[in-house]
């Protein structure tokens, strides 16, 4: 017997789906369920992690509600993931925050800006703060004070990345042998192409029965934008680095047209998705995974228009406030990170890993 109400819900309707098998064709879940007869706990945290929630699978359901089955699987892979999630995060003392991140988010966010603001002051008079400096951020904060800052916050969330990601693996290899690199690149265009958010081909059901592409564009525009942000900033870096460009860099220099394509992409991505989440039908998602999916897609909106308004008004007097603002905002979404949606990411892409590794042998066919 399972430990936890959301792994005996799923252990209960998976043994139905693997009786019943009508959906075997929408997502990577139903033929990956289909290889086992039983279910341990590792095996339901995977194929937890396989689902992206598209809501087909509820639809073209005969046995959800108000049939007896009450067969709802959308519903109750979501509790287990974010249950999951809790499981595997690192420090453990910290898997709290996944049942009230949408109140750590914002708290951390809050003190992180509350913070930058209190060490200007001390660091700067208030007449730089409050002064235009060119857009010079570096005149308010020195680079190295930056680098440190959050040079520290990064290894952090890559260690509890890393650590959360081994504790995932081990949970759900089973008797498995490594995919090999085959399946690494498998499951890599399977995430970068979001292949099972089709919903078996004519999109995600959101906020009605009809299926639309909606989703699966807006968590493109989400994804890669955050990755334009990510490369701006490698980019920059390098400028300072290996040629000696320091910033503030011209409107049209790369880091900040990559920056500024990213910002745009994190702000309509996010948008988009809160909209969607919201007019979600309630019954196809866990409260817990709604509260944890808007408090990420908030913040990344915070990030992206604070960060989009400081390159707009950099010259000007506002632009001390603004950093520190923008800072704030980026540092608590560091911190917020591994205790949030953010790990969705990082676990489906292993699940995929271990679902290319299966499709390999030839154990089923698609
Ligand atoms: S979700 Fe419903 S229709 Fe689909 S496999 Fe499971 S029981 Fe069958
Ligand atoms: S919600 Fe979509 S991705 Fe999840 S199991 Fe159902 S069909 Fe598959």
Known sequence: MHKTESLREAD???????????????????????????FTAGDLNYLANLCHQCGACYTDCQYSPPHEFD????????????????????????????????????????????????????????????????????????HNAMVWVFGLVALFCIASFALGMRAFWRDVRGSESAPGISGFWRALAD????????????????????????????????????????????????YHYAFGWFAPYPLLSLPVVLGTLGGIGLIVGPVGLAVLTAKRESMLTDPGQRAISLAF?????????????????????AMGILLAIHLGFVLGLFLA???????????????????AGERNKGAFVE
Request: charged content about 15%.
């Open 12 to 38: 209960r309707l998976m043994t139905i789906c693997n009786a019943c098998r009508y959906c075997e064709g929408l997502c990577a879940v139903f033929p990956a369920m289909e290889m086992r007869r039983t």
């Open 71 to 142: 067969v709802n699987i959308p519903k109750a892979l979501a509790a287990l993931r974010r249950d999951s999630y809790a499981q595997y995060v690192w420090p453990g003392f910290l898997r709290g925050a996944f049942s009230r991140n949408g109140l750590v988010a914002v708290l951390l966010a809050a003190l992180s800006l509350v913070g930058f603001l209190l060490g200007f002051a001390e660091l700067i008079s208030s007449n730089a703060l409050y002064s235009a400096q060119a857009g010079n951020f570096y005149r308010l904060m020195p």
């Open 191 to 238: 995430s970068l192409h979001l292949t099972y958010l089709h919903g078996g081909g004519d999109g995600c059901t959101s906020e009605s029965e009809a299926p639309s592409s909606a989703r699966r564009i807006y968590h493109h525009l989400t994804f890669y934008g955050f990755l334009l942000c990510f490369v701006a900033t490698c980019v920059g870096t390098i």
């Open 337 to 355: 990170l591994p205790y949030g949606k953010f790990v969705h990411g990082l676990y489906r892409f292993l699940a995929l890993v271990k679902y």
């Open 297 to 317: 897609l908030w913040t990344l909106m915070l990030v992206s228009v604070s960060g989009l308004l400081l390159l707009a008004l950099r010259d000007t007097g």
